[in-house]
Each structure stands twice: as C-alpha cells, then as structure tokens.
C-alpha cells in the first residue's frame, strides 16, 4: 500500500471504490483467493501505468484484467480496474 | 477489418473466437450499438498496443474496455478483449 494516494479513487466493475482503507478492503479478499497471475503486457509513462493480466485464482482459473493507473507526486492517485465479473458470480452461485 | 490476420485469435469473455469472418460476426453487433467512447489510455510497441477506453453503447453508458493487439508482419494476430459482461447481461434482462 506503500503506493497508493489517501484519496485514492478506483473505477471498479461494480461501481468507484474511494480512499486508501475502502481500496485495501476491496482489494484483501481478491489477493486470499490468487493462485497466481500471468502477465500479458505492462505499457507506462510519467503518469499512466497500464497493466494487463491473467490472475488465476481458487474461484476461476483465468481471470483476464486490466488495471490502468495515474500516478501522482509518485503514489497512485486514480485506478481503472477492469475484468469480466460473470465467471466469479458463475462460480459463487455454483458453491452454493 | 485491413489491419486484422485472417487467422486472429481473439480470447474474448465468454470464450475464444478465431478467425477474421468470427471476429468481425463476434464485433459487428458491439459496433452497431456504440454511441461513442472516451479513450482512457493507449500503449504500444512493435508489437503489442494496449487500449483502454470507455465505450458508451445503447444498452450501457459505460463498459470500461481494454483490448490488448499482438501485431505480427503489419496485422494483429492475437487479441484480448477484457471488460465485464454484467452490466449487459442486466440491460438485456431487463429488457425483457
């Protein structure tokens, strides 16, 4: 968490997740299930970073995602974080 | 389609799709209800650009998008297209 901003704002499928904490919250329970990530490509400038990968994780084995981050005074101020939720509804239904 | 391989795979959502007539079958209905897009970032090298943007289409205002073309002798061969199916699948439902 070294990286990102307070005030961090993150495009999520289901809707903007705001600040640090609500970020690291979101994102705890994503990191339990990973398995492992292949990395497709990795593009950046001064600002933008854009990292495109395939997480496998304990739900689906290949997660295809995106995340495009701005960069601000070094700490990540704004992320778009992209993937298909259908296959980890599919998943959580079929564990039920 | 000039700068798409015939042979293209795509690893889309809800599967691959392979071949350029797939392709463009699999793209035209995608094209036909777009009514804009805001370019969120744009990477690329000899031979891979990564795109992400915001497609605003008639069934959803927005589908954060990211597409990653490998280009091999001047077309692409190989593409990932990541975004979340679930909010289409709610607009088709609902209109129903």
Redesign the interface.
């Known amino acids: 968490m070294t990286y990102v901003a307070d005030g961090i704002v993150c495009?999520a499928?289901a809707g903007r997740v705001v600040g640090a904490e609500a970020y690291r919250a979101f994102l705890g329970p994503f990191a339990q299930m990973l398995t492992g990530a292949d990395l497709?490509?990795g593009?950046?400038?001064d600002q933008?970073a854009?990292l495109?990968y395939d997480p496998h994780t304990v739900l689906v084995e290949h997660a295809?995602?995106?995340e495009?981050f701005t960069v601000s005074d070094g700490k990540i101020v704004h992320s778009?974080l992209?993937?298909?939720?259908?296959p980890f509804?599919a998943a959580r239904q079929k564990a039920t």
Request: hydrophobic share 45%; charged share 25%; net charge negative.
């Open positions: 495009e499928p497709i490509a593009f950046g400038d933008t854009v495109v295809p995602t995106d495009c778009w992209i993937f298909d939720r259908t509804a």
